[in-house]
Structure formats: structure tokens, C-alpha cells
């Protein structure tokens, strides 16, 4: 089992940056590394997708260009970078492991963030 701790949410106003943070109690090496979302009232959406083993990266139209996914193997983190925010990123934040496009296996509890407009 595979625990994920996020951190890094907040309030921001639009237009703001932040930087979440995804840290895991074990390697993820065998895994692909997703950033979920979940707007008030909304489903859960992903965000982004790395795969590993494919050697590729997704990420959603409404955040391409804005939003970065990376990962430090060596301190079991992954990362978030979030650029130019906006109004509809407001969400909590979730990272996950598993398969990308097929299914997550561990889940973290999730960091909210709030851009205010």
C-alpha cells in the first residue's frame, strides 16, 4: 500500500501561482502519477497524467500551458505547478497512483485550493 500526503493548497488570487506537493510513504516507481480534481458540486476530473513506462505525459485542455507535473524519484514527491491561475481552478487537489486512463490505485486526502477572482 502506497500512502500519498498532498500539501501546498491555499488562497490565491487569479492570475497567482502555486506549487502543490505530493509526497508517498514508498517509491512509486511502479506506478503512474495523476493530479485529480474536485470543484464544489462538480465530479472529479483529471488534471494530469505522468506514466513512467510509457514515457509520457497528459494533461487536461482547460490547464495545458498553465500547470507543470513533475517528480523527485529520490524524496518519493511529486509535484504540481500551477501558473496564471483562474477562477475555475478552485478544487481540491488530489494526486493518486495507479494506471493513467485506467485506474488509481491509492488515493491522497487532498489540499484545497481557492483562486479568488
Known amino acids: 500500500e502506497v500512502q500519498l500526503v498532498e500539501s501546498g493548497g491555499g488562497l490565491v488570487q487569479a492570475g497567482g501561482s502555486l506549487r502543490l506537493s505530493c509526497v508517498a510513504s514508498?517509491?512509486?516507481?511502479?506506478?503512474?502519477i495523476g493530479w485529480f480534481r474536485q470543484a464544489p458540486g462538480k465530479e472529479r476530473e483529471g488534471v494530469s497524467c505522468?506514466?513512467?513506462?510509457?514515457?509520457?505525459?497528459v494533461y487536461a485542455d482547460s490547464v495545458r500551458g498553465r500547470f507543470t507535473i513533475s517528480s523527485d524519484n529520490a524524496k518519493n514527491t511529486v509535484y504540481l505547478q500551477m501558473n496564471t491561475l483562474k477562477a475555475e481552478d478552485t478544487a481540491v487537489y488530489y494526486c493518486?497512483?495507479?494506471?493513467?486512463?485506467?485506474?488509481?490505485?491509492?488515493w491522497g486526502k487532498g489540499t484545497l485550493v481557492n483562486v479568488s477572482s
Open positions: 505522468f506514466s513512467s513506462n510509457h514515457g509520457h505525459t
Open positions: 514508498g517509491s512509486f516507481d511502479d506506478y503512474d
Open positions: 493518486a497512483v495507479g494506471v493513467c486512463g485506467y485506474g488509481m490505485d491509492y
